[in-house]
């Protein structure tokens, strides 16, 4: 017998409960948030489906292997983080749906918070080739208010959590170059869809700091660094890739150690529109 999807099981305990009381707009809310929840983890599943197929392709073989690997432990790690989410959507929806809908309760005020949507990280510490592998988690909090249509969405000092994507040190790949990347996935508990920061390093000290946006973000990177000839954005297959402002970092000392320091905040952007219902 094929298992239920999480999706349609879901649906189906709440119909259920909902029959018996009326539903209220918090509950509606609730369950509309656990549904994109599951539809999260679907969409990461597939992406970590297609990495692991190794469909990618690239000038250097051993490069692409290399970082394809590192995507996948990445993905792996999105995807725990994402099931986690959803079961915690999933009660939620499930207890307001149980409860007596309220005879004036407030409803609840849901944004779209749209595409682009600038969100600056404070890391909690610095991150490391040398210290960080890909897959590993890391933590931070909002550095700055994101505020939407004169509303706050999320406040400075909310809790941040994100991934490793990329982490080997200046030198170890084949051509010479090695990358540290981290993706932010994770506000005050809101499971969210960003670029890639990454920097990309020489064992000569040239340190590149860029931003690969969104699903292409493993072909993106492949082709910076599978590239044998140096020309390094030659294969990014229409991925927002771009200097990192006020982040770059130039030729310096030969350190085979890639840093991200903690001492200035790193600037991510929504790749995806997230809908989030406001505290009061």
């Known amino acids: 017998m094929r298992p239920v999807l999480p999706q349609i099981a879901l649906a189906a305990i709440l119909s259920f409960t909902l029959a018996c009381n009326p539903k209220s707009e918090a509950a509606i809310q609730a369950e509309e948030a656990a549904k994109a929840a599951e539809a999260k983890v679907a969409q990461l599943e597939q992406q970590l489906a297609e990495a692991k197929s190794g469909k990618a ?7 692409v292997q290399q970082v394809t690997k590192s995507q996948v432990k990445a993905l792996e790690r999105q995807v725990s983080d ?3 989410r959803a079961e915690i959507k999933k009660q939620e929806a499930l207890t307001l749906a149980q409860a007596p809908a309220p005879k004036e309760a407030p409803k609840p005020v849901v944004l ?3 595409v682009g949507t600038k969100l600056e ?3 909690a510490r610095e991150l490391t080739t040398e210290k960080d592998l890909a897959g590993d988690a890391w933590e931070g909090t909002l550095a700055s208010d994101v505020v939407q249509d004169g509303k706050l969405v999320w406040s400075a000092g909310s809790p941040a959590r994100g991934v490793i994507t990329q982490s080997a040190a200046a030198g170890r790949l084949s051509n010479g170059q090695g990358a540290l990347g981290i993706r932010l996935t994770e506000i005050a508990g809101v499971g969210i869809d960003t670029d890639t920061h990454v920097v990309v390093a020489t064992a000569r000290g040239e340190r590149n700091a860029k931003y690969i946006g969104g699903g292409a973000a493993l072909g993106a990177l492949i082709g910076i660094l599978s590239d044998k000839k140096n020309k390094n954005d030659h294969a990014l297959g229409g991925a927002a890739l771009g ?9 310096g000392t030969a350190d085979t150690i890639i840093r991200i320091p903690a001492t200035k905040p ?10 989030v219902t406001l505290k009061k």
Do not use: N
């Not at 200097?243 to 030729?251: L, N, W």
């Not at 790193?266 to 809908?275: D, G, I, M, Q, Y």
């Open 266 to 275: 790193v600037s991510f952007s929504l790749t995806t529109a997230e809908r």
């Open 243 to 251: 200097a990192a402002a006020g982040t770059a970092i130039a030729a």
């Open 112 to 114: 779209e918070v749209l």
């Open 82 to 84: 994402a099931k986690k």
């Open 121 to 123: 990280i404070a890391l």
């Open 57 to 63: 392709t690239g000038d250097d073989a051993e490069t």
